[in-house]
């Protein structure tokens, strides 16, 4: 059970390690476009491409019909990776040893949606992938594996989310394996260590400069690919895709514009944000020296 590209690397690791797939579930085709053509996930895509069996409810509590071709399945585990929908008791029931959800965090920190995200936003310096029972709370089901692996400086949401997914499908293996070979004892989890990764939104990328220089950094590093960061510069939302931290120590109103001579330094609480990469409004990605040459953003001017 899985949807986006993050789930891809688990169900390929299943098919090439010649697990019986008995079948494959998927959230349901959504239209997008002029056209409003239907766009398969990337979950789909991959299943149409080893012939496995495809399913697609709109919903799953009370689905009897759904259910019944579950059970009816026999199947030893239901693996489900960033699926999208909340699974009732009745279906963690079914598979003979139990649900196993690949999640893209150290539990018991970073429950819920966003994971990846939040970790980078608080600076976080490891992350990783746990593997576990579900039950029927929000990621709160005993722990099978852990793997960790360290944040770069460099790293952003892209890059985490890549390396994780990676990850995600080799640690699936070493726990269906462990599983069946009794290796594995389930932990519970330190609810006094739980933290929660909500749903991140569009609202919380605009940029306060007051805030500490560090903080922003990871914000930007954090919001990319979606929904990003953003200032406004002549009333007009200009997207920051990468910095990197100046040390400085000005008395300029934070947002102020220290340098425009093919960069952009931009004043924070403790220092300065070198803008590496911008995308004004109605224009492509670009790195800032060739968004500057069309832009003269004066020195002096302060951000929104």
Request: proline share 4%; glycine share 8%.
């Amino acid at each position: 059970m899985g949807t986006p590209q993050f789930a891809v690397p688990s169900l390929k690791k299943l098919y090439e390690e010649n697990y019986e797939i008995q079948a494959v579930v998927t959230q349901p085709d959504k239209k997008k476009g002029r056209g409003m053509q239907k766009n398969f996930s990337p979950i789909k895509q991959y299943a149409l491409n080893i012939g496995a069996n495809i399913f697609q409810p709109e919903k799953i509590k009370s689905n009897l019909d759904f259910i019944k071709e579950l059970k009816a399945l026999d199947t030893d585990f239901i693996v489900v990776v960033a699926y999208g929908k909340i699974l009732p008791e009745e279906v963690l029931s079914i598979p003979k040893y139990g649900c196993i959800n690949v999640h893209a965090s150290l539990l018991p920190k970073y429950r819920g949606a966003a994971p990846i995200n939040w970790a980078i936003i608080n600076g976080e310096k490891e992350t990783g992938i746990t593997t576990m029972f579900m039950d029927k709370g929000l990621d709160t089901g005993d722990m099978l594996l852990k793997k960790s692996i360290k944040i770069m400086e460099n790293d952003d949401a892209i890059t985490i989310h890549d390396k994780l997914a990676d990850l995600g499908g080799n640690v699936l293996i070493d726990t269906i394996e462990g599983l069946k070979k009794g290796l594995i004892l389930p932990i519970k989890q330190n609810e006094d260590e739980a933290t929660y990764a909500p749903v991140i939104s569009k609202k919380m990328g605009h940029i306060d400069w007051s805030k500490d220089c560090n903080y922003i950094r990871n914000l930007v590093r954090g919001m990319v690919p979606w929904p990003g960061t953003y200032t406004f510069y002549n009333g007009k939302m200009l997207k920051i895709w990468k910095t990197e931290f100046v040390s400085y120590d000005g008395y300029e109103k934070e947002g102020t514009v220290l340098s425009n001579n093919n960069k952009l330094l931009v004043k924070c609480l403790n220092g300065a944000l070198n803008i590496l990469e911008v995308q004004g409004e109605g224009t492509k990605r670009m790195n800032i020296s060739d968004y500057l040459r069309g832009h003269n953003i004066i020195e002096g001017t302060v951000l929104n």
